[in-house]
């Protein structure tokens, strides 16, 4: 399986010029790289003009949806809509969207079945709000992974084995992500803590090939220099990034590290001739 590199813009830009400028910026310098799967979630607003343009090297998701296909719901965009307007992914259940818009493990689930009827791939958010669990050592004292594990079952209650292949992880602690107030940056061992404690709970759950199988991808604070680091990890098989994927530079540097990272050595011999 490729690599993944998710980046959710969030509400940001703030016009379709900018947006215009951002995405044939990233296009510009991405196209053509095939050995990693490179996914942009812009607003809702700008996914259209954006769908048009795009290539096949650079795949679209929403950032969130509402869990019924059509009708009175004021202001809500349904899966159906999202896959007919060319997403292939949605992002479910952002820290973001638990803290401000009281969004549940439950209202998460019923989100999940939804999208599971639109033939779109879910990439699940969880992550534990503080680092507190870790005692004065530096220690995980467990207390995270009841939050960890709770929120994974919760979410994915009532998902059968099979629905598994269309739904993605991804460990977000909030403490680490950039705009959080007095983030700290997590370390590639929080990353591989959080994935073994994720796999482990599907192979309780389910199985051990879908404990195997489930790609899992960190998210908070990653950018150009230290996503090799996250991604070196063995239970890490992609990045979602937040401000990094907004910069077009620095977005690419961070694709072009990962890309370079994953080449094959015979792949990497024909570059090394230009
Ligand atoms: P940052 O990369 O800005 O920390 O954001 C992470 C995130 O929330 C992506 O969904």
Redesign the pocket.
């Known amino acids: 399986m490729k690599p993944l590199i998710?980046a959710?813009w969030?509400m940001n830009p703030i016009s379709r010029k900018q947006a215009e400028h951002l995405f044939e910026s990233i296009r510009k310098e991405i196209c053509g790289i095939q050995n990693i799967e490179v996914i942009l979630c812009p607003p809702f607003i700008y996914l259209d003009f954006i769908s048009k343009k795009t290539s096949k090297d650079i795949k679209l998701g929403g950032q969130n949806i509402f869990w019924d296909r059509q009708g009175p719901y004021t202001g809500e965009i349904s899966p159906q809509m999202l896959k007919d307007i060319g997403c292939d992914y949605v992002?479910l259940g952002?820290?973001?969207r638990r803290k401000n818009f009281k969004e549940t493990d439950e209202i998460i689930n019923k989100k999940i079945k939804a999208v599971l009827k639109s033939r779109l791939k879910i990439i699940l958010?969880v992550g534990e709000e503080s680092r507190n669990s870790f005692n004065k050592d530096g220690r995980w004292t467990g207390e995270v992974d009841l939050v960890l594990r709770e929120q994974v079952l919760r979410c994915l209650e009532d998902i059968d084995e099979s629905q598994m292949a269309n739904i993605i992880i991804?460990y977000?602690p909030v403490w680490?992500?950039?705009?959080?107030e007095n983030?700290c940056v997590a370390v590639p061992d929080d990353a591989l803590s959080a994935s073994l404690l994720i796999r482990k709970t599907m192979h309780q759950k389910y199985n051990e090939k879908i404990a195997r199988s489930l790609r899992i991808l960190y998210?908070?604070?990653?950018?150009s220099k230290n996503v090799i680091d996250f991604m070196k990890e063995d239970g890490i098989d992609g990045v979602?990034?937040?401000?990094?994927?907004i910069n077009s530079s620095e977005f690419t540097r961070l694709v072009k590290a990962v890309s370079g990272q994953y080449l094959s050595a015979e792949q990497k011999t024909v570059i090394s001739r230009f």
């Not at 979602?240 to 994927?245: C, I, K, N, Q, T």
């Open positions: 998710v959710n969030k992002i952002h820290s973001e958010c991804a977000e680490a992500i950039s705009t959080t983030s998210g908070g604070s990653v950018d979602l990034v937040g401000g990094a994927g």
